[in-house]
């Protein structure tokens, strides 16, 4: 019989799927939130800031979903669909980074002034917060199970807790001195990171493995099984 692997492994997967889902769950509050008060207000950034949240849980779902498939007969197969569902997501990515961009855009064009947000203010903080705790405990797990793809989903919650800081100065100027323009030109530069992180991905570079998203798929196979399952 083999050597059944450290219950250590065990219990850091256990932790990297928790993880996984209190992300979910976190986006998805903050995704409603920002979009609520992002509608009201009329505030660009925030719809932004929503959408982005909305569009990450996709990549944090494909992630849960691959932490839970360790073992299959047909996982070179399921690799290339989890390859093809991160290319969707890189493209949503894109099409958010051209709306955002559009719209910001068109409101410094017309000298648009949302309405000031203090949920939104609220949202933004909360997530400057939680974002950067989330991504250092997923290193952590990541480093346990030696995951590229878990790696790459901390940097992920990096990215969006620099959204939430830009997202942060441009309601607070906006709130605080009466800058218009701080809304929107925030917005842009939201639109520029969200299009850089898209391209990125495309290129395979979200992972620092250099090659295609099925790069990252694959790496996320090598995830170790419980002790149950290597046990004869």
């Known amino acids: ?28 509050l903050e995704a409603l939130a920002a979009l ?13 800031f929503g959408l982005d949240s909305v569009i990450e849980n996709g990549s944090a779902a494909a992630l849960l979903w691959r932490l839970r498939q360790s073992n299959d007969a047909d996982e070179q197969r399921r690799a290339r669909a989890e390859a093809l569902a991160l290319r969707a997501v890189d493209w949503l990515f894109l099409l958010l980074a051209a709306y ?4 910001s855009g068109w409101m410094l064009w017309q000298r648009e002034m949302p309405e000031r947000s203090l949920v939104g203010l609220a949202v933004a903080a909360l997530s400057l917060i939680v974002m950067p705790l989330l991504a250092r405990a997923k290193r952590r797990v990541a480093a346990a199970l030696s995951s590229g793809a878990l790696q790459a989903d901390s940097r992920q919650s990096d990215f969006c807790a620099y959204l939430a800081a830009i997202t942060l100065g441009g309601l607070g100027l906006h709130a605080l001195l009466g800058w218009w323009w701080a809304d929107p030109a925030a917005a842009l530069a939201i639109s520029v990171l969200i299009g850089r992180e898209g391209m990125m991905s495309l290129r395979g570079k979200n992972c620092g ?17 419980e002790p149950w399952r290597k046990a004869n």
Do not use: K
């Open 100 to 103: 955002v961009a559009a719209h």
């Open 36 to 48: 609520i008060a992002g509608a009201f207000s009329g505030s660009i950034v925030l719809i932004g």
């Open 1 to 28: 019989m083999e050597t059944a692997l450290p219950i250590t492994r065990t219990a850091a997967l256990r932790q990297a799927r928790r993880l996984e889902y209190l992300t979910l769950g976190w986006n998805s």
């Open 209 to 225: 493995c250099g090659a295609s998203p099925a790069c990252c798929a694959d790496r996320a196979v090598s995830l170790p099984e």
